[in-house]
T-cell receptor, first 115, second 113 residues
Framework: DTAVSQTPKYLVTQMGNDKSIKCEQNLGHDTMYWYKQDSKKFLKIMFSYNNKELIINETVPNRFSPKSPDKAHLNLHINSLELGDSAVYFC??????????????FGPGTRLLVL | GEDVEQSLFLSVREGDSSVINCTYTDSSSTYLYWYKQEPGAGLQLLTYIFSNMDMKQDQRLTVLLNKKDKHLSLRIADTQTGDSAIYFCAEGGFSGGYNKLIFGAGTRLAVHP
């Protein structure tokens, strides 16, 4: 009965590679998010999708490309990985995007290490 | 701009109360949240408070909101070793008309016997 799930849980890869992280939510929510948590545990939003449409795109390199095949899935593809991309990436979802302060539910995180 | 600040560390003795403080800048935030992150784990929503409330209590957790000073606190009564974690304060912000969370840097709570 997992609410927000992410795969893989751990990802170790070489610099320059291309990798994808997948996220799925079974809560019936309309909005999904990607957050990045750096080594100092600082957590910052990267993207938000509402019903498959991109609505928030913070200052993120264009090597990062989110894709939402349907409203239950939001994947994150990263091209030409760099050392600085090493972080924990959290997916989250919330019921509605326009209701201010709507509670967000987080996945377990994907720990990415770029060597 | 939007900013959330928290002290980085707190150490308490088991059985004592813990108080974690947070300040935020967006006075129009409707909800304020506390999330917990245990070592190696994801974020767990602990509690939240609506901006028209001063206090919310949920078992061992008490949230106090001073909207005038934009100050939020989380009190954990009878702190246990299992409460050791990072606690994130977050405000419900808006970007281009859409909801997003602005997180503080997290307060690392260490509970010792």
């Amino acid at each position: 009965d997992t609410a927000v799930s992410q795969t893989p849980k751990y990802l170790v890869t070489q610099m320059g590679n291309d990798k994808s992280i997948k996220c799925e939510q079974n809560l019936g929510h309309d909005t999904m998010y990607w957050y990045k948590q750096d080594s100092k545990k600082f957590l910052k939003i990267m993207f938000s999708y509402n019903n498959k449409e991109l609505i928030i795109n913070e200052t993120v390199p264009n090597r990062f490309s989110p894709k939402s095949p349907d409203k239950a899935h939001l994947n994150l593809h990263i091209n030409s990985l760099e050392l600085g991309d090493s972080a924990v990436y959290f997916c989250a979802s919330s019921p509605k995007e326009t209701k201010r302060g709507e509670t967000q539910y987080f996945g377990p995180g994907t720990r990415l290490l770029v060597l | 701009g939007e900013d959330v600040e928290q002290s980085l560390f707190l150490s308490v003795r088991e059985g004592d109360s813990s108080v974690i403080n947070c300040t935020y800048t967006d006075s129009s935030s409707t909800y304020l949240y506390w999330y917990k992150q245990e070592p190696g784990a994801g974020l767990q929503l602990l509690t939240y408070i609506f901006s028209n409330m001063d206090m919310k209590q949920d078992q061992r957790l008490t949230v106090l909101l001073n909207k005038k000073d934009k100050h939020l606190s989380l009190r954990i009564a009878d702190t246990q070793t299992g409460d050791s974690a990072i606690y994130f304060c977050a405000e419900g912000g808006f970007s281009g008309g859409y909801n997003k969370l602005i997180f503080g840097a997290g307060t690392r709570l260490a509970v010792h016997p």
